[in-house]
T-cell receptor, first 114, second 115 residues
């Protein structure tokens, strides 16, 4: 069965600092991996996705993530945090293309300090 | 494109009552999903439809839960004889069958509080 674990339910960084949100996955087959973001009082929206092409994936708002099979990781990074990045971030896995069920991690709440 | 719309946004009910949530997906999307999110957790898959056909249901969906999408457009999620453990945010999402795997468009959710 597929699963994801997000290390750290809360992450706090200063504005302009590096953002690193950790995600490890468990999958018996090569997975498709996703990061979703949920801003306050809004629905979840797709930030970026890994679908077995390039291992370094770029998303919206300057975020990127690197798929590392040897570490079963898909960590999300942004070089310089902005106040508008404050939100909840969810890592998710789908076992294969066409699978309709996403399995989400428990989420990481990112706080940006001025 | 008005996005995925969910109603009501908030529902407070007493234990034992029935509740119904409605989801209007993005108009051209033929796939529709229901997820449940409890405090401090990520969304958990409940069920999904392709057009009017319900193709998968999670074990989380007890016999008190039923979902329909009668004409392949909007969907309803009904919970009968609500229990306090049903308190959660119920999320609806939609996508195109021909779209990118895993690219779901979520609504803002319907929050249920069972007293």
């Amino acid at each position: 069965a597929q699963s994801v674990t997000q290390l750290g339910s809360h992450v706090s960084v200063s504005e302009g600092a590096l953002v690193l949100l950790r995600c490890n996955y468990s999958s018996s087959v090569p997975p498709y991996l996703f990061w979703y973001v949920q801003y306050p009082n809004q629905g979840l929206q797709l930030l970026l996705k890994y679908t077995s092409a390039a291992t370094l994936v770029k998303g919206i708002n300057g975020f990127e993530a690197e798929f590392k099979k040897s570490e079963t990781s898909f960590h999300l990074t942004k070089p310089s945090a902005h106040m508008s990045d404050a939100a909840e971030y969810f890592c998710a896995v789908s076992p294969f293309q066409g699978a309709q069920k996403l399995v989400f991690g428990q989420g990481t709440r990112l706080t940006i300090n001025p | 494109d008005t996005g995925v719309s969910q109603n009501p946004r908030h529902k407070i009910t007493k234990r034992g009552q029935n509740v119904t949530f409605r989801c209007d997906p993005i108009s051209e999307h033929n796939r529709l999903y229901w997820y449940r999110q409890t405090l401090g957790q990520g969304p958990e898959f409940l069920t999904y439809f392709q057009n009017e056909a319900q193709l998968e249901k999670s074990r989380l969906l007890s016999d008190r839960f039923s979902a329909e999408r009668p004409k392949g457009s909007f969907s309803t999620l009904e919970i009968q004889r609500t229990e306090q453990g049903d308190s959660a945010m119920y999320l609806c999402a939609s996508s195109l069958a021909s779209g990118v795997t895993g690219e779901l468009f979520f609504g803002e959710g319907s929050r249920l509080t069972v007293l």
